[in-house]
């Protein structure tokens, strides 16, 4: 049973505009959320993450919101750009570290210029 | 050249043939991890090892083993490989001292095809 779920298999953008993805999670237990981003023949890399601490974290562009009790996360980027176009995953995990990360199965984004 | 190095990039193989799948890392990491990656399903963990002497099973290990020959290299092995293998499998490292973040390094992926 997927514990992590992304449920928008895609999304598309103008650029400029913000771009809101969304993840949910069922396991109670999780306290650290990433976000990875995927470009087509290459591996996930690390966007940002959030600690369940916390209810926002930003990076730039990118900023993380967590709802714990809703068991809800969303990543968003603003402005999009069309560089931002991508798969993006999102993962949980119970403890620190990357010891078993569970992930989401991914939106695409789109931004079209 | 990249961190993480994985070899073969592309592999087609026919059912009950062994499989190696290689993995090399440059960034010093202690920790490292296979995935795979179906339509779907997101990435799913397969091993992953904190040391050279500590290998512990992920959500999806049967079917698969592993070596970790030495700190920079961690191979995946299919004894006898089946359709439903087939799948994009990555490798990733980490580093214990960022753990707390969870960052994980992936390299390029190879992509396996079982007929």
């Known amino acids: 049973d997927q514990q992590v779920k992304q449920n928008s298999p895609s999304l598309s953008v103008q650029e400029g505009r913000i771009s809101i993805l969304n993840c949910d999670y069922t396991n109670s237990m999780f306290d650290y959320f990433l976000w990875y981003k995927k470009y087509p023949a290459e591996g996930p890399t690390f966007l940002i993450s959030?600690?369940?601490?916390?209810d926002k974290n930003e990076d730039g562009r990118f900023t993380v919101f967590l709802n714990k009790s809703a068991k809800h996360l969303s990543l968003h980027i603003v402005p999009s750009q069309p560089g931002d176009s991508a798969v993006y995953f999102c993962a949980a995990s119970e403890e620190a570290g990357a010891n078993n990360l569970f992930f989401g199965t991914g939106t695409r984004l789109t931004v079209i210029p | 050249d990249a961190d993480v190095t994985q070899t073969p990039r592309n592999r087609i193989t026919k059912t009950g043939k062994r499989i190696m799948l290689e993995c090399s890392q440059t960034?010093?990491?202690?920790?490292m991890y296979w995935y795979r990656q179906d339509p779907g399903l997101g990435l799913r963990l397969i091993y992953y090892?904190?040391?050279?002497?500590?290998?512990n099973k992920g959500e999806i290990s049967d079917g698969y083993s592993v070596s970790r020959q030495a700190q920079a290299k961690f191979s995946l092995s299919l004894e006898s490989a089946i359709p439903n293998q087939t799948a994009l499998y990555f490798c990733?490292?980490?580093?214990?001292?960022?753990?707390?973040?969870?960052?994980?390094?992936f390299g390029e992926g190879s992509r396996l095809t079982v007929l």
């Open positions: 990733a490292t980490s580093d214990y001292r960022q753990g707390a973040t969870g960052e994980l390094f």
């Open positions: 959030i600690s369940s601490i916390k």
């Open positions: 090892s904190f040391d050279v002497k500590d290998i």
């Open positions: 960034k010093g990491h202690d920790r």
